[in-house]
C-alpha cells in the first residue's frame, strides 16, 4: 500500500508556470506507474498525464500534451507535475494516483489516489 500527499497548488495568472509533486510514503513507490488527473467543478474527472515505474516512458492528455510535463524520482519517492504556459480552463482540483498498469487514462484502473491540490488560473 502507499499514501500519497500532493502539494505545490495555488492562484497563478495566465501563462504562469506552476510545479505539482506527489509525495508518496513507504518504499515501494518505484514499483507502481503514476498519473495525474484533474476535475474542474460540474466536471469528470479528466486524465493528465501518466508515467512508468522507472520514468522513461511518458503519456498526455491532449489538453496539455507540450504545455505539460511528468516526471519522477524515485529516491525521492516523488512525482511531478511541471505545467506551464497555464490557463484559465487549466483550473482544477489535480490529484495523483498510483496503479499497477502503465499509462492509463482511465481513472478507474488506479488504485490509490492523493487528496488533491487546487490549480487555479486567473485571467
Known amino acids: 500500500q502507499v499514501q500519497l500527499v500532493e502539494s505545490g497548488g495555488g492562484l497563478v495568472q495566465v501563462g504562469d508556470s506552476l510545479r505539482l509533486s506527489c509525495t508518496a510514503s513507504?518504499?515501494?513507490?518505484?514499483?507502481?506507474?503514476m498519473g495525474w488527473f484533474r476535475q474542474a467543478p460540474g466536471k469528470e474527472r479528466e486524465f493528465v498525464a501518466a508515467?512508468?515505474?522507472?520514468?522513461?516512458?511518458?503519456y498526455y492528455g491532449g489538453s496539455v500534451k507540450g504545455r505539460f510535463t511528468i516526471s519522477r524520482d524515485n529516491a525521492k519517492t516523488t512525482l511531478y507535475l511541471q505545467m506551464n504556459s497555464l490557463k484559465p480552463e487549466d483550473t482544477a482540483v489535480y490529484s495523483c494516483a498510483a496503479g499497477s498498469r502503465v499509462g492509463v487514462t482511465s481513472p478507474h484502473l488506479y488504485d490509490y489516489w492523493g487528496q488533491g491540490t487546487q490549480v487555479t488560473v486567473s485571467s
Open positions: 508515467i512508468n515505474r522507472s520514468g522513461v516512458l511518458t
Open positions: 513507504g518504499r515501494t513507490f518505484s514499483s507502481y506507474a
